[in-house]
Nanobody
């Protein structure tokens, strides 16, 4: 089993910043792409940012220039630095990881428990 534990969510004023963390643990041989998704009330879950093991990144247009995704492969951890936050960023944020649990295993998708980010004055 693999677990992804998220932290760092909370309430912040417009223009403020938060940093989300997601640490993977358990049976892990290697981790491929990691990413962050979010889901606002009444809306579909959307991809926010992804990062490859080599550090290549991609972002949804609405967060470009404001959010930065990064990872520490020695700690099996992915981060999302969120700056210049807007009310429309309010959502539950979920981390995701494509994991090979052991040598010879097929790749499996794992999700964090979700962390609430609320941007409000």
């Amino acid at each position: 089993q693999v677990q992804l534990v998220e932290s760092g969510g909370g309430l912040v004023q417009p223009g403020g910043s938060l940093r989300l963390s997601c640490a993977a643990s358990g049976s892990i041989f290697s981790i491929n792409v990691m990413g962050w998704y979010r889901q606002a009330p009444g809306k579909q879950r959307e991809l926010v940012a992804i990062i490859t093991p080599a550090g290549n990144t991609n972002y949804v247009d609405s967060v470009k220039g404001r959010f930065t995704i990064s990872r520490d492969n020695t700690k099996n951890t992915v981060y999302l630095q969120m700056n210049s936050l807007k009310p429309e960023d309010t959502a539950v944020y979920y981390c995701n990881a494509e994991v090979y649990p052991f040598l010879g295993a097929t790749m499996e998708d794992y999700w964090g428990q979700g962390t609430q980010v609320t941007v409000s004055s």
